[in-house]
């Protein structure tokens, strides 16, 4: 079965309802990135709630995930991890697991849209100072 | 007490899944909190991958010794691929020796305490267990 992508304005949803073999991951991974890429979304939510086990194969591609997402100028958040999937990540080691996250689905969105706003805007320099 | 075991094979990615949710079970059963099903779990994920991965499969085999006082789930993961060429290196946390499982061994050793692992050439065995007080 296919993970399902939805679109909201400019950011794409996704959540994973049940165990993902490898192959279904790195499928999700790619249509998540040819969206970005093609300059029809800004940014992705990946909501995990339906994942009880979270291994070292999966974390990576997560990572990697967030990290191609953004070389290609987008942002991705992660969502609704799960206290036992937290936990376990943690005791795996460090650095398992190394991207935005956030509670829920809504609270992702919220994040998503912050650091969409934050790259749209120039950066703050202060305006030269002409001594007249 | 009682003693159960589960014998899988590992040949497609699927199996990956359904040897993690068979540990799962089983250690639920054993009467294993939430936490250590789910430590069991992502460690049977870890170590079944790396035999399909490294070894284009393999077998699990889980079992669970239950006594008056304590349960102890057992898996042991082997294979009969090319073995590991060197098993101080790939335990190392953030080693990888292909597509990527850098954190996997370590990742097993952190989560059930201990790993023991003996490997050669065509012959490849990764034992982990878990005790706990009942």
């Known amino acids: 079965m296919k993970v399902p ?19 279904q991951a790195v499928q999700l991974q790619s249509e998540i990135l040819a969206l970005i890429r093609d300059d029809r979304a800004d940014g992705v939510v990946i909501d995990i709630s339906g994942l009880d086990v979270v291994d070292s194969y999966i974390a990576r591609l997560l990572n990697e995930t967030a990290s ?8 991705a958040v992660l969502t609704g991890m799960q206290p036992l999937v937290a936990l376990t990540l943690v005791e795996m080691g460090r650095e398992t697991l190394d991207m935005q996250t956030a509670l829920d689905l809504e609270a992702g969105v919220a994040v998503l849209n912050n650091l969409i706003a934050a790259k749209g805007q120039p950066p703050t320099i202060a305006a030269p100072h002409v001594d007249t | 007490m009682g003693d159960r075991q589960v014998l899988r094979a590992v040949k497609v990615q699927q199996d990956i899944i359904g040897a993690r949710q068979a540990g799962r079970d089983l250690a639920r059963a054993a009467g294993f909190g939430m936490v250590d ?3 069991i779990a992502t460690a049977i994920s870890e170590l079944v ?10 077998v699990c085999l889980i079992s669970v010794e239950t006594e008056e006082r304590s349960a102890t789930i057992r898996v042991v993961v082997s294979d009969q691929g090319p073995g590991i060429p060197d098993i101080d290196k790939a335990i190392e946390p953030g080693h990888s020796g ?12 952190n989560l059930m305490g201990c790993l023991s692992i003996e490997s050669r050439p065509g ?7 878990m005790t706990r007080r009942r």
């Open chain 2, 98 to 109: 292909g597509r990527g499982l850098g954190l996997g061994l370590s990742a097993v050793r």
């Open chain 2, 37 to 39: 099903q789910t430590r």
């Open chain 2, 49 to 58: 991958r790396n035999a399909l991965v490294y070894a284009g499969g393999g």
């Open chain 2, 123 to 129: 012959r490849t065995e990764v034992t982990t267990s």
């Open chain 1, 68 to 75: 191609m997402v953004r070389i290609i100028g987008g942002e």
């Open chain 1, 5 to 23: 992508i939805l679109r909201l304005g400019r950011i794409l949803l996704t959540s994973v309802l049940a165990d993902l073999v490898d192959e």
